[in-house]
C-alpha cells in the first residue's frame, strides 16, 4: 500500500510559482505513473500532469507551458513546479499513482492524501 503525502501548498499572487512535492512511501514507488491532480471547489477532480516510470510527461492543455512534472526515485518523490499562476489555478492539488494508458491518460490506483491548497490570488 503506496501512502503519499502532499506539501507546497500556499498563497500566491498571480505570476508567481510554487513548487508541491509528494512524498511516496510503502511500496516500490520507481515502477508507478505518477499524476497530479486538482479540485476546485463544485468541480471534479482533474488530472493536470502526469510522468511515467520511463520519465516521459504529458500535461493538460490549461498548464502546458506553466507546470513541470519530475520525479526523484532516490527520494520516492515527485514534484509539481509552477509558474506564472493564475487565478483559475486555485485548488487543491493530489498525487496519485496510477496505470498509464497514454498521454495524459492515467487511472489512479492508490488511495488519496490530503492534498494540499494553492491559492492564487492578489
Given amino acids: 500500500q503506496v501512502q503519499l503525502v502532499e506539501s507546497g501548498g500556499g498563497l500566491v499572487q498571480p505570476g508567481g510559482s510554487l513548487r508541491l512535492s509528494c512524498a511516496a512511501s510503502g511500496s516500490i514507488f520507481s515502477i508507478y505513473a505518477m ?4 479540485q476546485a471547489p463544485g468541480k471534479q477532480r482533474d488530472l493536470v500532469a502526469m510522468i511515467t516510470s520511463g520519465g516521459s510527461t504529458s500535461y493538460a492543455d ?5 507546470f513541470t ?4 526515485n532516490a527520494k520516492n518523490t515527485v514534484y509539481l513546479q509552477m ?9 487543491v492539488y493530489y498525487c496519485n499513482k496510477g496505470d498509464y494508458f497514454g498521454p495524459n491518460s492515467m487511472i489512479p490506483t ?5 492534498g494540499t491548497q494553492v491559492t492564487v490570488s492578489s
Fill in 35 to 38: 499524476g497530479w491532480y486538482r
Fill in 69 to 72: 512534472i519530475s520525479r526523484d
Fill in 83 to 91: 509558474n506564472s499562476l493564475k487565478p483559475e489555478d486555485t485548488a
Fill in 110 to 114: 492508490g488511495s488519496w492524501g490530503q
Fill in 62 to 66: 490549461s498548464v502546458k507551458g506553466r
